[in-house]
């Protein structure tokens, strides 16, 4: 089992940023890939940015440029800087891990972005 606890979140005002925390414990020899979701209401979970076990990333054409994934394997955790921040980016920020082929969650965090 893996556990992942996300931190972080909060609100804050259109053009500011947020930097959220992923840590994971628990049996985390061999996790892959990392990534970050988010739902926001009434909407489906969308990937955000996603960070190979090799570094490589990928992000939503939304957030291409603003926001920045990265990951500390001796810590075991990831990590997602989030600038230039828009309403729209309103959501449940989710955490994820790949480990032997299982997909792990945390528990959320909420970003809200308004004046």
């Known amino acids: 089992q893996v556990q992942l606890v996300e931190s972080g979140g909060g609100l804050v005002q259109p053009g500011g940023s947020l930097r959220l925390s992923c840590a994971a414990s628990?049996?985390?020899?061999?996790?892959?890939?990392m990534g970050w979701y988010r739902q926001a209401p009434g909407k489906q979970r969308e990937l955000v940015a996603l960070?190979?076990?090799?570094?490589?990333?990928h992000y939503a054409d939304s957030v291409k440029g603003r926001f920045t994934i990265s990951r500390d394997n001796v810590k075991s955790t990831a990590y997602l800087q989030m600038n230039s921040l828009k309403p729209e980016d309103t959501a449940v920020y989710y955490c994820?891990?790949?480990?032997?082929?299982?997909?792990?969650w945390g528990q959320g965090t909420q970003v809200t972005v308004s004046s």
């Open positions: 628990g049996n985390i020899f061999s996790i892959n890939d």
């Open positions: 994820n891990a790949l480990r032997l082929g299982r997909a792990y």
């Open positions: 960070i190979t076990g090799g570094g490589s990333t």
